[in-house]
């Protein structure tokens, strides 16, 4: 097989040297002039409320939130200001909550929440006169409900010619979970500016340039959001092969599944993002390995095997570049040199110095174990069927993945997972397109007729939930086994999504 994606443009990969550096400034930095940002938009939202606009008061305090607004795109290439939850986010930096910046934040993130305002970005720097017209209506919104206000600013806003600001509302989760097509519209969204910004990343390990982490970081961000509203959409998608090459694929598979099982323990938001970042860098360590290793004929089964074994501290090695990233940078390096450990500390790399693995790469194993005999890549070759490996996966000693996480992968997925091609006893091929909800019938999907059974294609075929009784109370469909939807041209994800 070949490595990720890359640019067309020429050179080596060099990948017993590339390193991972960031684009623009550190996290420190940013929340440095995240708090000049944060009390600058408070002080002319405050003095604003106190005098007309034109008041000199007001003016200076308009200028000094444009001159720190130049200053962030300056210095870090973009202005995107994010609530989430109970906190503020500048260019994907969480900003500390602290005594002196309680009331700054309190009010903002209020103001922020009354019109129904998530996200603030600067398309370009805006001039005084533009803050004076935003600032204005937050602090005065119109309408009854925070979507109608949110309608009311932008209406504004396009009234007095203001261009330079990005609104974007907070998600509305009672629409978006009665609106199936919708939320898999927005998971397919998630997933696909995922590959896009780990293609980047892969690529920038090997050429040693430097690799946009905050949009990463925007990424995992939009894979917890989306998760909490509706986790079957984005689960489902880590079934569906052909968005990017089968290494980029499998990190986003293991960070959405590791999300998944992350919430599914009771791990909160920000420990969610934590652990999805760190997932997706669980393989990085393979960007340092040579290309050589990516050719089947030309390296030895034994030579493979022991190169495969050095990437778990090659991506330590790759992570120690994040020095600006340190908080993210050492969850990440142990997931990364621990998730081939079992929990005896076998597996590799060999070591007598752990005395017990983090949660976090307990997680990560789980999933990378599930997402990588699912899929057709270079470690494992053929793709198993997906309820063959939960079967295989639970019936493993106790000595080597979690036992509990394991318990909580068959119940996120179900005894038939998304994507999988059943045969019914009608002799119908349908495929699984949603877990039964109720965990005693996990082992009765809903899914989406395929073939008739006179083996007539059917496309986008019914919607059948084998959970259904007849009168007398018996189950009206039965599964006889699964069915290799590939090798009978079958393209499952044309289903599911």
């Known amino acids: 097989m070949t490595g990720p994606n890359r640019p067309s443009e020429g050179g080596s ?3 017993a040297t590339g390193s ?6 550190g996290e420190g930095d940013v929340r440095m002039l995240g708090r000049q940002f944060l009390f600058s938009l408070y002080a002319a939202m405050r003095n604003l409320r106190i005098y007309p606009v034109d008041n000199p008061t007001v003016q200076k305090s308009l200028e000094d939130l444009s001159r720190t607004a130049r200053e962030l795109v300056s210095s870090d290439g973009e202005g995107e200001f994010r609530v989430a939850g109970e906190f503020l986010f500048l260019n994907a930096t969480r900003m500390k909550l602290e005594v002196d910046n309680y009331e700054s934040f309190s009010f903002v993130i209020a103001r922020f929440r009354e019109s129904d305002v998530e996200r603030l970005g600067f398309r370009q720097l805006p001039e005084p006169a533009e803050w004076a017209v935003l600032l204005t209506c937050l602090l005065d919104p119109v309408g009854s409900s ?4 949110f309608d009311a600013l932008r209406d504004a806003l396009e009234v007095h010619d203001v261009q330079a600001f990005r609104l974007r509302p907070f998600e509305q989760e009672s629409d978006a979970l009665d609106d199936a097509a919708e939320q898999r519209a ?3 969204r998630v ?4 590959v896009v910004a780990m293609v980047d990343v892969q690529w920038a390990v090997g050429h040693a340039h430097p690799a946009n982490l905050k949009r990463l970081k925007r990424v995992v961000q939009g894979i917890v959001d989306q998760m909490l509203v509706a986790e079957a959409s984005l689960v489902a998608l880590t079934s569906v092969r052909g968005y990017a090459a089968d290494e980029v694929a499998h990190a986003i598979d293991v960070a959405i ?3 998944a099982l992350g919430r599914r323990v009771g791990l909160n938001r920000l420990a969610l993002y934590q652990l999805g970042f760190s997932a997706l860098f669980h393989d990085i360590g393979l960007s340092r390995l040579p290309e050589s290793l990516y050719d089947a004929a030309a390296v030895p089964p034994a030579d493979r095997w022991r190169m495969l074994r050095q990437h778990p501290w090659l991506g330590v090695l790759a992570l120690l570049q994040l020095r600006d990233q340190a908080d993210f940078a050492y969850r990440s390096m142990l997931v990364a040199y621990q998730h081939h450990m079992r929990r005896d500390l076998s597996g590799y790399p060999q070591t007598r110095r752990i005395g017990e693995l983090t949660y976090s790469a307990r997680i990560v194993a789980v999933a990378d174990a599930y997402a990588a005999v699912t899929s057709r890549r270079l470690a494992t070759g053929l793709p198993l ?3 063959e490996v939960l079967a295989l996966l639970l019936a493993n000693p106790a000595r080597a993945l979690d036992p509990v996480l394991l318990k909580g992968l068959a119940q996120l997925l179900g005894t038939y997972p998304v994507g999988t091609a059943v045969l019914l006893a009608s002799g119908e091929v349908g495929v699984v397109v949603r877990v039964n909800p109720l965990a005693e019938l996990g082992d009765r999907p809903i899914v989406r007729i395929a073939r008739d059974a006179e083996g007539a294609h059917q496309f986008p075929g019914r919607e059948v939930n084998l959970a259904e009784v007849d009168e007398a109370g018996a189950f009206r469909h039965a599964i006889v086994g699964t069915f290799d939807a590939d090798r009978h041209g079958i393209r499952a994800g044309d289903y599911v999504l």
Request: proline letters at 8%; hydrophobic letters at 35%; glycine letters at 8%.
């Open 20 to 25: 991972i550096a960031t684009v623009g400034l």
């Open 186 to 188: 927005r998971a397919r």
């Open 13 to 15: 990969l060099g990948r």
């Open 191 to 194: 997933y696909e500016q995922a």
């Open 146 to 149: 925070p979507r109608s206000r």
């Open 257 to 259: 599944l590791s999300v």
């Open 385 to 387: 069927d997906p309820s």
